[in-house]
């Protein structure tokens, strides 16, 4: 199983950024796909996850009306389109996989199966 995570970047406060996730070599009819952040010694922070089976998403309050999840246009590809960016956005933002759903994807210290090496979103003016 792989989880490429990419789309990071510089942007100024304020500023948009579209984070893509492709995901490959799992067969799972269900599953769900997400993005957390964590940055070195913090706690790690779940934004957003979508359901593959009904495509409902789910967000974290801190993220809900500025970050949208979306599938993509390929198989198993999911965005995470970051808008309004604030100052304390920055981190490394990874997707992760999950099965069936997005039930537990919030639960603090989930173990997801597979997750990807994080891209880089930095805010600053």
């Known amino acids: 199983v792989q989880l490429q995570a990419s789309g990071g970047g510089s942007v100024q406060p304020g500023g948009s950024l579209r984070l893509t996730c492709i995901a490959s070599?799992?067969?799972?009819?269900?599953?769900?796909i997400g993005w957390y952040r964590q940055a070195p010694g913090k706690e790690r922070e779940a934004l957003a996850c979508?359901?593959?089976?009904?495509?409902?998403?789910y967000y974290a309050d801190s993220v809900k009306g500025r970050f949208t999840i979306a599938n993509g246009n390929g198989e198993k590809t999911v965005y995470l389109q970051l808008s309004r960016l604030k100052a304390e956005d920055p981190d490394v933002y990874y997707c992760?996989?999950?099965?069936?759903?997005?039930?537990?994807?919030?639960?603090?210290?989930?173990?997801?199966?597979?997750w990807g090496q994080g891209t880089q979103v930095t805010v600053s003016s």
């Open positions: 979508i359901n593959s089976r009904d495509g409902n998403t």
């Open positions: 070599g799992f067969s799972w009819e269900n599953y769900a």
């Open positions: 992760a996989l999950d099965h069936p759903t997005c039930d537990r994807f919030f639960e603090a210290r989930r173990l997801y199966d597979w």
